[in-house]
Nanobody, 123 residues
Framework: QVQLVESGGGLVQAGGSLRLSCVASGRALSYFAMGWFRQGPGKERTFVAAITWSGGSTYYADSVKGRFTISRDNAKNTVYLQMNSVKPEDTAVYYC????????????????WGQGTQVTVSS
């Protein structure tokens, strides 16, 4: 079993920055590909970013490409999502997830999920 706990969410003005963290316990994070997903009010959960177990490859949704950066520190069992130039449409609950099947955009390929952290971007 893997437990994931996100932190770092909050209220930020449009154009600002925020860094989300996801700390894992139970198993070493290095076993897993990791992803970030988000769910806005009344919307489905959608892919934001993913990173391979080694950190060698990253993937992004078109809507965040060039603004968000996913990274990981396996020694700290932590994955990060650096959010820059945020927009009101980035408002959502952000979830991190761990998967055995490689870094993918498909949320069904992820086995373990955190409880989410709220990000609210004001205009």
């Amino acid at each position: 079993q893997v437990q994931l706990v996100e932190s770092g969410g909050g209220l930020v003005q449009a154009g600002g920055s925020l860094r989300l963290s996801c700390v894992a316990s139970g198993r070493a994070l290095s076993y897993f590909a990791m992803g970030w997903f988000r769910q806005g009010p009344g919307k489905e959960r959608t892919f934001v970013a993913a990173i391979t177990w080694s950190g060698g490859s990253t993937y992004y949704a078109d809507s965040v490409k060039g603004r968000f950066t996913i990274s990981r520190d396996n020694a700290k069992n932590t994955v990060y999502l650096q959010m820059n130039s945020v927009k009101p449409e980035d408002t959502a609950v952000y979830y991190c997830a761990a998967g055995d099947w490689g870094a993918t955009t498909d949320l069904n390929e992820y086995t373990y999920w955190g409880q989410g952290t709220q990000v609210t971007v004001s205009s």
